[in-house]
């Protein structure tokens, strides 16, 4: 039964671009994928092991930058540069890692904050990254997968999105099922309890802070290649962090389907208001946003997912 | 040879201290008590044997193994198994997922986890309650589910902080019996417990704590004619009554 709604679902997603042939939807789409797997990478970290990041933004623009300045510098395909993207937010995940987890609760998502800020103005002031004025990526025609750009058939990044979505779907759902999926769920209910039973809470920490933080930089390349323009207000900024909890957390934190249920809600609020009130319409889905947020706290806590489970 | 030492145990949180110059030893499968009234450091001994605080002097050795550098995981690793005063359930996980968690101490397979956990669970007498979520649980039954949970990790010395507080008095008798079975089984414990009638009832030896020192060390029988000990936490009524 529920494997067949998920088949029919899938089919139904293969086979959007075809039937709706209009750039809109497709884009709305194509952003709900996104943002359901960047909520899906956050939630690794917040929803299954408890640490509340408010800077996923680091990761998703180191992602964006390795692959964009591989691709200038060196013509290295976005391919690899998303591989190099996510190993370096490992490597930059794990070193803020040390310091940060030292803390906890709203201390930590509050360090969090503030390392997002630092890499931000780091950016902001890194010439050789273009600083302020961010980088174009070289446009190549044709098309060409290996480039990972599509100007003719953009119904490709529709296709990249959606693998990257389900990427983070399968790691999410291995996860779950793994020993280390345990682990990360007792870090995240009383870490004394945790480590008074042999689990080594810092390494646990350390471990979801690598799988999410590696699957928020594939996100970044991603978003370089479909908007061909990166700079540090678009994919450094603390709003984008925020976004990407908000998403998960109206979705529901700490299930497999939570993020996607919450992006799917939450993108095309954000773009159908840009479109229909235009410039003006910016603060209004922000708005929309905490009204939502307010609802979700004073309702239904556990998110959308909690509102499914207590209709079944 | 003694499986557990310790000796000279030494905590200050500021200018109070919590435990000075504590020594004592632990055989294997001895079953100690330790008693004390409220503040006498009897969970901060806890907390230093098992890495959840460092003493300021001191040393505790399991086997001849120092313990007092390692973090509490490492401890639990070398057989040191632990419950809280305070109950700690992994509220939103199930009762199996909660011994689980101990039980990969021991393995790396989910599904061996899931079965020495069902068997965990089964000997507190929880087997029932396997799918129901621990902050579902009544006080007396989390208090199984933490042993439960301790048990999983296969330990051989397993320290337990007032099983019986907080449980109404009906459960007390049920509860001691299982502590007792473990104790039993050969298991080496060190009992904090308020219910006299209890730790004279389990314990082959207790020892006493009063403001942080150690004032008496013997088998129950002695400890009850103690006068310092009386003095400091029996009352006299005690010494008037049984």
């Known amino acids: ?312 | 040879m003694s499986l557990l030492r310790v000796a000279g145990l030494t905590k200050r949180f500021g200018g109070v201290v919590a435990n000075r110059d504590v020594t004592f030893d632990v055989a294997p499968g001895e079953c100690v008590g330790v008693i004390g009234p409220n503040g006498a450091g009897k969970s901060t001994l806890f907390d230093l044997i098992t890495g959840f605080a460092r003493p300021d002097a001191g040393s505790v050795r399991l086997d001849g193994r120092e313990l007092t550098r390692l973090r509490p995981d490492e401890i639990c690793g070398l057989g040191v198994a632990r419950t809280f005063q305070k109950l700690r359930p992994f509220g939103g996980m199930t009762a199996l997922e909660n011994v689980m968690v101990g039980a990969f101490r021991r393995t790396r397979h989910v599904g061996e986890a899931r079965e020495i956990a069902r068997e965990a669970l089964a000997g507190v007498g929880l087997g029932d309650r396997a799918d129901a979520h621990a902050r579902g649980l009544s006080t007396g039954q989390r208090k199984r589910l933490e042993l439960a949970r301790a048990l999983a990790t296969g330990p051989r010395l397993l320290l337990l902080d007032e099983v019986t507080g907080g449980v109404d008095q009906g459960a007390i008798p049920a509860l001691v019996a299982l502590v007792r079975a473990l104790h039993g089984r050969g298991l080496a414990l060190v009992v904090i417990e308020h219910n006299m009638r209890v730790i004279m009832g389990l314990a082959q030896r207790v020892v006493a704590l009063q403001l942080g020192e150690v004032i008496a060390d013997a088998p129950p029988a002695d400890i009850a004619r103690d006068a310092r000990v009386i003095d400091a936490y029996l009352g006299q009524a005690w010494r008037a009554g049984p």
């Open chain 1, 1 to 312: 039964m529920r494997r067949g709604l998920l088949l029919a679902l899938l089919g139904v997603v293969a086979l959007f671009p075809a039937l709706v042939t209009g750039p809109f939807p497709r884009h709305v789409m194509t952003m709900i994928f996104l943002y359901g797997a960047l909520a899906g990478a956050w939630n690794l970290l917040a929803g299954y092991c408890g640490q509340i990041s408010l800077g996923h933004a680091v990761y998703f623009g180191i992602g964006a930058y390795t692959s964009t300045v591989l691709f200038r510098e060196a013509a290295v395909t976005p391919w690899l540069g998303m591989l190099a993207g996510a190993a370096l937010a490992v490597l930059v995940s794990q070193a803020i890692g040390f310091p940060v987890f030292r803390l906890r609760g709203h201390y930590f998502a509050i360090a969090t904050i503030a390392v997002g800020e630092i890499v931000q103005t780091l950016v902001i002031n890194w010439d050789r990254l273009g600083g302020a004025r961010g980088l174009f990526v070289p446009i190549r025609r044709p098309d060409s997968l290996l480039n990972l750009q599509f100007h003719e058939s953009r119904a490709a990044y529709y296709f990249v999105a959606l693998g990257l979505l389900l990427l983070t779907l399968g790691v999410t759902r291995a996860v779950e099922r793994s020993r280390r999926g345990y682990l990360f769920r007792a870090v995240r209910e009383d870490q004394e309890a945790a480590a008074s039973l042999g689990v080594h809470v810092a390494r646990e920490k350390h471990r979801a802070m690598a799988l999410s933080a590696a699957l928020t930089a594939l996100g970044g390349t991603f978003h370089a290649q479909y908007v061909l323009f990166i700079d540090p207000e678009s994919v450094f900024p603390l709003s984008l962090s925020i976004l990407i909890c908000l998403v998960a957390v109206l979705g529901g934190v700490g299930t497999l389907w939570g993020p996607v249920l919450g992006a799917a809600v939450l993108v095309p609020l954000g773009e159908g208001t840009r479109v229909w009130l235009g410039g003006g319409g910016k603060a209004l889905d922000l708005m929309i946003y905490g009204a939502l947020i307010m609802a979700i706290a004073v309702l239904q806590p556990a998110g959308l997912m909690g509102l499914l489970r207590a209709r079944r």
